[in-house]
């Protein structure tokens, strides 16, 4: 099992990133899959998709400004980031977990992180 996440970079206040996470080794579609960050040594789930019907779950700090998708074809999953500010700057990373009812559980697999830094 294998998770690659990219599109992370420098962006202004208000700006947008789409981070994707390309998976390997398993069928997106038959997993949860989702994105958290970490800042310093603090920890973040952000959002996550889950493997049937597509329910998501946002955190507060994110909610009517990113949004998660999957593209089953493809074997990723995106988070479009909208309306970026600087506490969103961090390091995020996306991994395999699975769907509690309200929102993921803990992650057994995640990949590497990418590095989102919004600052004017």
């Known amino acids: 099992v294998q998770l690659q996440a990219s599109g992370g970079g420098l962006v202004q206040p208000g700006g947008s990133l789409r981070l994707s996470c390309v998976a390997s080794?398993?069928?997106?579609?038959?997993?949860?899959v989702g994105w958290f960050r970490r800042v310093r040594a603090e920890f973040e789930e952000v959002s996550c998709i889950?493997?049937?019907?597509?329910?998501?779950y946002y955190s507060d700090s994110v909610k009517g400004r990113f949004t998660i998708s999957r593209d089953n074809a493809k074997n990723t999953v995106y988070l479009q980031m909208n309306s970026l500010k600087s506490e969103d700057t961090a390091v995020y990373y996306c991994?395999?977990?699975?769907?509690?009812?309200?929102?993921?559980?803990?992650?057994?697999?995640w990949g590497q992180g990418t590095l989102v830094t919004v600052s004017s």
């Open positions: 991994g395999r977990t699975y769907w509690n009812g309200n929102s993921c559980g803990s992650y057994k697999y």
């Open positions: 080794g398993f069928n997106v579609n038959h997993y949860a």
């Open positions: 889950g493997e049937n019907d597509n329910v998501t």
